[in-house]
């Protein structure tokens, strides 16, 4: 890859920081705006990586931001937000306003191109608030006629760092079995660094302009079949029941009544209305057309999820 100036965003969060590496090692200068400059300081020390303190809120930041760069690349996302029609105020500023900001900075600018961050099953009338808000992001990445977007849809990403098998790997180290609502819905997993080389190989190739990828995984699970590996990966397996929906709903609203992010949500389980898998019927690009050797979360998810991972980590740290 020839050096490219690249403005990350989002970038120093789970796929962030994969991605700011990968592009790091390819030869890229890449700038990661944060609002806490401790959140990005374990990307410091790649080469080519600059860390700053901004508020992307601001458009004139934003502009600076992106002043002088081949690309801009959106990562920013949530999973939560106060509820709202056809979504919340807060799915609307992170997955709406920002990425229509963002690409009209980067037209006012001259910058000619923009990734940006969706997720599979964003649909305009999708039965969650989250994936409305979603779809109406992959248009506001269209926005500007002058720069040619990339938009990509995975299913949920995992690898090192990542909050969802590591999450319930942990709630099987304290519970005797797991009763969880949407155990019988499909989801086709996509490994972080798969992701991270597609952000990576759209920056050259132009083919790639103006295109949607669905990224799933090579292997179709149920959400209680990768609840129990997550068990068995980590050393302790437990029993996975399925709760009814409807009981589920009334834990979520509870659990959204608690301070910090909740666990779950009631739109996190209208997101599980539908499986989140690639639909082969439709003809959008996905990793093969990227030339991809997709990664098999048997591969990965075992090392990383292990008890005595962290421990490995400090050894390697302490050069043992």
């Known amino acids: 890859m020839k050096e490219l100036s690249v403005v990350v965003f989002g970038g120093s969060g789970f796929i962030g920081s994969h991605l700011v590496a990968h592009l790091a090692e390819q030869g890229c200068r890449v700038v990661v705006p944060t609002r806490r400059y401790e959140s990005g300081k374990h990307l410091i020390l790649l080469p080519g990586v600059e860390v700053v303190e901004a508020d992307i809120n601001d458009d004139a930041v934003l502009r600076r931001l992106v002043h002088g760069k081949d690309a801009a690349i959106n990562l920013v996302g949530i999973l939560h937000s106060r509820r709202g029609n056809p979504y919340g ?4 500023r992170a997955h709406v306003e920002l990425p229509r900001r963002i690409v009209a900075a980067c037209a006012a600018e001259g910058v000619p191109r923009f990734l940006h961050m969706s997720a599979l099953g964003a649909a305009a009338e999708g039965p969650s ?7 109406d992001g992959e248009m506001a990445a269209r926005s500007e006629p002058t720069v040619a977007a990339t938009i990509f849809r995975p299913s949920v990403v995992f690898g090192p760092g990542d909050k969802f098998l590591n999450v319930f790997a942990r709630v099987q180290r304290f519970m005797p079995f797991l009763w969880i609502p949407g155990a019988s819905v499909d989801f086709q997993p996509v490994y972080v660094g798969d992701v991270a080389r597609a952000f990576a190989h759209a920056l050259t ?11 799933g995984g090579p292997t179709i699970y149920s959400l209680g079949d990768l609840v129990r590996l997550a068990g068995r990966y980590s050393g302790n397996p437990r029993r996975v029941f399925e709760m009814p929906m409807g009981l589920g709903r009334i834990v979520a609203a509870f659990l959204e009544l608690l301070p910090g992010k ?13 499986d989140n898998v690639v639909d082969p019927a ?4 996905t990793a093969a057309a990227l030339g991809i050797r997709l990664t098999a979360l048997e591969a990965v998810a075992p090392h990383y999820l292990r008890a005595d991972h962290r421990f490995d980590d400090l050894r390697a740290r302490a050069g043992r």
């Open 129 to 135: 608030e989250y994936q409305r808000s979603k779809a």
């Open 89 to 92: 105020p807060d799915f609307k």
């Open 282 to 285: 439709i003809q959008r690009s």
């Open 205 to 215: 190739d132009v083919k790639t302009r103006h295109l949607v990828y669905d990224f």
């Open 262 to 274: 909740p666990l779950m949500s009631r739109d996190n389980l209208d997101s599980m209305k539908v």
